[in-house]
């Protein structure tokens, strides 16, 4: 239950308050979210397996300067507080927003007559944009969601409007370390990757980030 309000507060945050903008990737996205469903649907030796995995990988990350980001308690206090009807109702909110059916402010008022305030988030991904490329851009990010185009292709088009896609803070503080230090990390992510395969569980794609 705690990783599912996690990622609904992800996915509220991301699509509400940026428009499918800011350090949103489609594809990271639903990477993410499949290793979260993968990993709830294992017994709890398997979970603490990898756990352990993880805590040990993140402990050298650290160790060798990358931080890896976690989600801040106080962005999804908001979620806590809410009972588990009004948190169904706003998940079906979000889904209806994702299929078109509702427009983000349509999507706002419904959740503000559920109390439901999302933390805003300051986003500069499009602040010199004219209104004709800002709704170009957001059709892009559309169609890289729903599949319609490549992640790829979606970059291209988003270069050609003036729109650099952020990268992954992780990423972000990768590329500054120097490379002996980049050398180590891709060896161990590589190292935690096999043992994953040895447990038969997908290994989270924001690591992947380090090996390319």
Known sequence: MKQNKKLLLYFLT???????????????????????????????????QVDEVLSSLKADLEK???????HHKGKHEFLEKLDEKTKQQVKEIVIELEKGNLTKEEADQKLTK????????????????????KSRAKEIFKQMKDGSITEEEGK?????????MPKHP???????LDEEVKTKIKVRVEEAKAQFEELGVPFPKKY???TK
Request: glycine share 6%; with cysteine; net charge negative.
């Open 14 to 48: 991301t699509i509400l308050t940026l428009g499918m903008l800011g350090s949103f990737s489609p594809t990271s996205y639903a990477n993410e979210h499949h290793f979260h469903d993968e990993y709830e649907k294992l017994d709890d030796t398997k979970k603490q």
């Open 64 to 70: 060798w300067g990358l931080k890896v980001p976690e």
């Open 114 to 133: 559920l109390g439901v305030n999302v933390p805003e988030k300051e986003c500069k991904v499009f602040e010199n944009l004219d209104e004709e490329k």
């Open 156 to 164: 291209k088009q988003l270069k050609e409007l003036g729109v650099e």
């Open 170 to 176: 992780m990423r972000e503080h990768f590329d500054k």
């Open 208 to 210: 992947d980030l380090l």
